[in-house]
């Protein structure tokens, strides 16, 4: 019958027509292509935005660079005064030591007013002193023993005086272009000449045995003052500035500085007449206290030392690192 054949035929078209269904393997497999794909990009947006924040994050660092230190706040530390103490307001200090027994020695400066004198800690009155001629210009001390040790300034010598009754029984020269700052280990001396450089000198010889440049952050730091052996540091007031620098006696890096401005400018308000720069560093090894000092200055501070955990917006190297001292 035609209209059954035709019906046959047209059946047949409508079946050849319909689209062929994809396996299963073929199917996970298009999908397994889908997913690494799409985890490849995924991987490489999520690596570009890594990248683009890290040039944010150091581009902001390097602005902040500009107006702040970049020094850890641990590294910073404030001070509080735990006692005042009277300190001759005449006495131009160039060093400064704890003894025992609340005594102190100090070496003063000024041609003519330079002098090594025992001092009682509570009352600041002067116990014992003997004078320099008006050619010595005192400069850092140090005891060593029996032996109290003194620099002087813009001449490579130096007298070694008697602890009980500061008698000079011995005058000395030494291998620094000059003498500024005095310290001990109990070993060897720690010498500073009022630049960058750190002298380890043997006490017996008198002779420099080792130097360093003290640095922070890739910058000498000059115009080393008064110094004092602390805690297994070397600790230097720099001259100007009202900051201790803490020194280790290993590399000469600075290990941390102490912010001491509220001393002097309470000092400022409070007096008429006129003060020097700080200046004198002491510490009782076995009461582990410190005292510190200035020139001219009417008291004398034992202080402790606090952590600065405030951020600090300053520049450490502007308040603490003038420029080298012209010598001439």
């Not at 396996?23 to 397994?32: K, T």
């Not at 600041?124 to 140090?142: C, H, N, W």
């Not at 020097?276 to 009417?298: E, M, Q, S, Y």
């Amino acid at each position: 019958m035609p209209g059954a054949k035709m019906r046959k035929k047209s059946n047949s078209r409508r079946v050849n027509s319909l689209p062929q269904q994809p396996s299963m393997a073929s199917s996970l497999a298009s999908s397994s292509r889908f997913l690494l794909h799409y985890r490849k990009i995924s991987a490489l947006v999520f690596f570009i935005l890594v990248v683009c924040l890290i040039v944010v994050l150091n581009t902001s660092l390097r602005k902040e660079g500009v107006s702040q230190s970049d020094v850890p706040s641990n590294r910073l530390y404030t001070v509080e005064v735990v006692n005042e103490f009277p300190h001759d307001p005449d006495a131009f200090t160039q060093g400064l030591l704890y003894a025992e027994n609340d005594t102190l020695f100090e070496s003063t400066g000024m041609n003519g007013a330079s002098s090594v004198r025992k001092v009682t800690l509570q009352t600041g009155k002067v116990k014992a002193i003997q004078r320099m001629p008006y050619s010595d210009f005192g400069e850092g001390l140090t005891l060593l023993g029996d032996r109290l040790i003194q620099v002087t300034w813009r001449q490579s010598t130096g007298y070694i005086y008697d602890r009980h009754n500061l008698s000079k029984f011995e005058k000395f020269r030494h291998d620094m272009p000059d003498g500024w700052g005095l310290a001990t280990d109990g070993k060897i001396l720690y010498g500073s000449d009022g630049s960058s450089t750190l002298y380890q000198i043997d006490p017996q010889t008198m002779k420099v045995v080792k130097k360093q440049i003290v640095n922070y952050q890739g910058d000498e730091v000059h115009r080393l003052n008064e110094l004092e052996y602390v805690y297994d540091e070397v600790w230097a007031n720099v001259w100007m500035t009202d900051c201790i620098a803490r020194i280790s006696q290993t590399d000469g890096s600075v290990l941390g500085w102490i912010l001491l401005p509220n001393l002097r400018e309470g000092l400022l308000h409070n007096l008429k007449k006129q003060i020097d720069v700080l200046n004198g560093i002491a510490w009782d090894r076995d009461g582990d206290r410190l005292f510190v000092t200035g020139k001219l200055w009417p008291k004398l501070y034992e202080i402790k030392l606090h952590p600065l955990k405030t951020p600090f917006n300053g520049d450490i190297k502007q308040m603490c690192m003038p420029p080298a001292f012209p010598f001439s």
